[in-house]
């Protein structure tokens, strides 16, 4: 499986540079949360150093179980991209993390007066986001192919 892409090292320069105009440097402690499963998204972070995990609640009143981990130079957040605007998962700083913090609607604004822009930054996080699809189908099928004849009886 190829590596994923990250976003600053495969935007071309002239809309990296136009993103990083709209970034502030933002800091999460160890073991902070910095969002939560269907909590409103409005922004999204590029990991600087440090790693973050994604996790899920399997139940209520149950602690988060972690599903994925983000590291330097990874995209955290894309629910700011489409309604209903929830995080589908949660996210904690699984050491001291730095990151450069975007407000969705200032980088939508930049995309709709700016197609061009608009759309490399689109396609950039679209395949971010089908090779992590593709990573948790590995994983998904590492975890339950080797019971699939449990779960459907004798063929």
């Known amino acids: ?58 139940g209520a009143g149950r602690r988060p179980t972690a599903v994925s981990s983000l590291a330097t130079g990874d995209l955290l957040g894309w629910s700011w991209l489409f309604p209903p605007y929830e995080w589908d998962f949660g996210a904690e700083a699984l050491s001291p993390v730095r990151a450069y913090e975007f407000e969705g609607a200032a980088v939508q604004a930049v995309c709709d007066e700016n197609p061009a822009f608009g759309y490399a930054l689109l396609r950039v996080i679209a395949e971010i986001l089908a090779h992590r699809v593709r990573a948790a189908r590995t994983r998904l099928l590492d975890l339950f192919a080797p019971h699939a004849g449990e779960l459907h009886g004798p063929v």
């Open 1 to 58: 499986m190829t590596a994923p892409r990250r976003l600053l090292r495969v935007l071309p320069a002239d809309h990296r540079e136009r993103l990083m105009e709209l970034a502030r440097e933002v800091s999460f402690d160890q073991g902070q949360r910095i969002f939560e499963e269907k909590g409103r998204a409005d922004r999204f972070w590029i990991i600087r150093s440090g790693t973050v995990t994604l996790d899920l609640r399997l």
